[in-house]
């Protein structure tokens, strides 16, 4: 990737002579993303500002796991770095960084009322606004619609649906001589993903969501016991137990080479997919997660997302913030969803027909993103990190067969009681 193109320098040379330009050229760093689609489909708007303004881009790959890119932010602020302008925040972060990042309502010019309030909301704290919404995640069932057809089997709406036309399909796919067919490939590596895929079952089966509004732990509960013991009987039946070191990529790769019947996994494994190389293209369809059973039981995606905020230790504040209202405008969003399906924070854009005919699942679930499930981030505040392992090592240890689901949870609710102490 080039970042310092000599003909973007002369250009901006240039403009600076002819006085185009009042303030001096800057070079801005950027955090596109961790995968190289999502550096793709970033990079290429930051490229585009930067011919526009005559500033320089440079781009930051983020680890892949967001608990590890959450470590590395905390290091640089800690030593006030101005290495990284813009910062890709999770939706969970704001709580997290809010002391380190920069209001943006001085620059946003009420541009924010345009997205979803929820996500504003999300990322205001105290009245300042600490990120712009770029684009909002839910978890989502994925499954190959030709398999289905195939073993006459309708999409599930429950786990248990789920794991019964998993076990068929994969009995015959396996016989037929696929013998590393997996039913349903999901994320359980220790980690955010983890945590994410956790707070779908227990909430799918009405066990709460860890911490009340209250911000009361009510993990432990029977309805949670059956979500995480749903989850650990698919562990080595119709989930290799390599599942266990699974992220959302290693899902992916999976599932597109066509070695699985379902998936779980975000908006973004779409446009991949579908993509001209893949083995399944044309042949994949995305339903609602399924529920669970019980009292309270319901389709469950976890929340997700990431905004675009401003390092507090930036030397270019005001270019930054420039960057990033041209990243979350409607033109930039529109085309990261029909090139690489990141649902807009923009409601209009779910009405737009050419960003609804490259993604249908954007208008037919709908629904499912309004109802996505939080995790207790806005609860836990500075404390969710600690929350968010607790809750991975537990589900990690009830899938790997290290720990019972009651006890988990017992032990669960211990930690997240210390980690509160008094309060959040
Ligand atoms: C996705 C979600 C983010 C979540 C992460 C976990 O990127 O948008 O909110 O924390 O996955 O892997």
């Known amino acids: 990737m080039t970042t310092f193109p000599a003909l973007h320098r002369l250009l901006a040379a240039a403009a600076l002579v002819a006085g185009a330009t009042t303030a001096q050229a800057a070079t801005i760093t950027i955090a596109c993303g961790a995968s190289a689609p999502e550096i793709e489909h970033c990079w290429k708007h930051a490229e585009a500002w930067a011919r526009k303004t005559g500033h320089t881009v440079r781009n930051y790959t983020q680890p892949a796991s967001a608990t590890a890119a959450l470590a590395v932010y905390r290091q640089l602020f800690a030593a006030k770095s101005s290495d990284i302008d813009i910062i890709r925040v999770d939706v969970i972060w ?37 990120g712009m919404p770029w684009y909002t995640d839910t978890g989502l069932l994925y499954y190959r619609a030709d398999l289905l057809a195939k073993y006459k089997r309708p999409a599930p709406t429950t786990w248990a649906e789920l794991a019964a036309t998993a076990a068929i399909v994969q009995a015959g796919e396996r016989a037929a001589g696929q013998k590393d067919f997996q039913g349903f490939v999901f994320q359980a590596k220790s980690g955010e993903s983890l945590t994410c895929n956790a707070v779908e079952w227990i909430a799918s089966f009405g066990g709460g969501r860890l911490v009340d509004e209250r911000g009361d732990i009510t993990i432990n509960n029977p309805q949670a016991v059956r979500a995480l013991a749903t989850a650990a009987q698919w562990v080595g039946s119709i989930s290799s137990v390599g599942v266990l070191n699974y992220a959302e990529e290693d899902a992916r790769g999976v599932f597109q080479n066509g070695q699985a019947l379902f998936m779980r996994n975000w908006p973004y494994a779409w446009s991949l997919l579908e993509s001209p190389d893949s083995v399944v293209r044309g042949k994949v369809g995305v339903s609602p997660l399924p529920k669970g059973d019980g009292p309270g039981a319901r389709h469950a995606g976890t929340l997700g997302g990431w905004q675009l905020a401003v390092s507090k230790y930036s030397k270019h504040p005001e270019v930054a913030a420039d960057l990033v209202m041209h990243m979350a405008s409607a033109a930039v969003q529109k085309d990261r969803a029909i090139r690489g399906s990141f649902n807009p924070t923009r409601p209009a854009l779910y009405k737009d027909p050419q960003v609804v005919a490259a993604n249908s699942f954007m208008a037919s679930l709908l629904g499912t993103f309004e109802d996505s499930v939080a995790r207790p981030s806005g609860e836990a505040g500075l404390k969710y990190p ?21 006890a988990a949870v017992r032990k669960l609710e211990g930690q997240l009681k210390l980690v509160r102490r008094e309060r959040w």
């Open 94 to 130: 704001p709580g997290i960084l809010k002391d380190h990042l920069l209001d943006l309502k001085p620059y946003s010019l009420g541009q924010e009322a345009e997205h979803f309030p929820a996500l504003v909301a999300n990322s205001t704290i105290g009245g300042r606004l600490l």
């Open 386 to 406: 600690s929350v968010s392992l607790a809750l991975s090592n537990a589900a990690h240890d009830v899938l790997g067969r290290k720990a019972t689901p009651e």
